[in-house]
């Protein structure tokens, strides 16, 4: 495969926040590819970076150092005019872990789904056909369209956000713990759906604290630790040799995935390690 197939190209990026004496890194050095049919893993716990990055992706965020290219496009310097335009293209597309962020709580449904193709400059009647389709594919009924995000169940409105996602037919999706949300049943829908996606050849970052949720879907697992990439492989080789005390100390918080169980003590040991006190 050559440089082509990159959906998605991150190169030694920083990302900082706040100014002065509050300035400090969220992100450090971090470079990570996604071909096309391709699905990352990007895990690792709360604070770790894993928002940011996707947001530096998305262009809510601004880079301090480093580069983002998606769909072979060089973004790192867009202004929000450019970004704009970028964004009416549907390269990139995303949903978050709460979907009343993913969508305008003043439109409905059917006006949410077309505002992504209708920008981009569809015609209406082929729009509508789009919309209709993509409903069908997230197994939800049409007669949801007339509703608002507030009339519908969380589990309703996290499908419709990944409807909404789809239905401009991205080179990319970025899913920032779009199953952390919800109850078994619309998880394990929602992760067939994403399932479905990948076998469909869409680029997807799936992120997640939940090394479990992940593993059954991505190709490619990241691990994130304090803003700095510290493993990164296929699945099947970081679950069952993980190189970075980090990841070995998820896996022993996820047993059923065979991974050497870690004792409590081992564990304490990683911690102390990881924080760089004296074992
Ligand atoms: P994760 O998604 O893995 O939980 P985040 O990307 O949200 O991690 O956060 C990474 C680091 O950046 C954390 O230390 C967090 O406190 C900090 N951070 C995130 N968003 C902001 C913000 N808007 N302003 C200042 N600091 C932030």
Redesign the pocket.
Known sequence: PGIEDEVLEVSDLD?H??VGR?R?R??SGVSLQVRSGETLGLI????????????TVLGL?RASGGRVRIGGEDVTGYSQRQWRSFRRRGVVQYVFQDPLRSLDPDLTVQESLLEPLLLRGDPRASALEAVREQFARVNLDEHLLPRRPAELSGGQRQRVAVARALVVEPALIIL??PVSALDAANRVQILQIIKNLRDAGTALVF?S?DLGSVAGVADRIAV?YQ?ELVESGSTAEVLRTPQHAYTRLLLGSVPTLHAPPATRAERQALRAQLNGEPV
Not at 45 to 52: Q, R, V
């Open positions: 990302v926040y706040g509050r400090h969220a992100l690792g716990e709360t604070g770790s970076g894993k928002s940011t990055l996707a947001r965020v920032d713990e992120i604290h994130l803003g």
